[in-house]
């Protein structure tokens, strides 16, 4: 099993800048693959990026693209978003969730086994 911790949330202008983490419990974390969802108030949850066991593979929403990287750090068991050129509708509660197949390259929620708690990330314009 794989407990998930995210952090990093907060206000920021837009423009700005934030970053993401996710730790993970367990001797596992590498051979998951991970992703970020966020979800908005009053929409449904929306997959963000994703990245393989290996980090080698990642892949992204098209309106994320070349403002969000997603990268992974498996000594320390960690995922990372770093979120770039910020914008109001970036507004959301960011979640980081494990999938066991390690491929990462899933978008649809139900291909995740683990979430967490999520962490809330406010844009001002």
């Known amino acids: 099993q794989v407990q998930l911790v995210e952090s990093g949330g907060g206000l920021v202008q837009a423009g700005g800048s934030l970053s993401l983490s996710c730790a993970a419990s367990?001797?596992?974390?590498?051979?998951?693959?991970m992703a970020w969802f966020r979800q908005a108030p009053g929409k449904e949850r929306e997959f963000i990026a994703s990245?393989?066991?290996?980090?080698?593979?990642?892949y992204y929403k098209d309106s994320v693209k070349g403002r969000f990287t997603i990268s992974r750090d498996n000594a320390k068991n960690t995922v990372y978003l770093q979120m770039n050129s910020l914008k109001p509708e970036d507004t959301a509660l960011y979640y980081c969730?494990?999938?066991?197949?390690?491929?990462?390259?899933?978008?649809?929620?139900?291909?995740?086994?683990?979430w967490g708690q999520g962490t809330q990330v406010t844009v001002s314009s």
């Open positions: 367990g001797r596992t974390f590498s051979t998951y693959g």
């Open positions: 969730a494990a999938e066991s197949s390690g491929w990462g390259m899933y978008r649809e929620r139900l291909r995740y086994d683990y």
């Open positions: 990245i393989s066991w290996s980090g080698g593979r990642t």
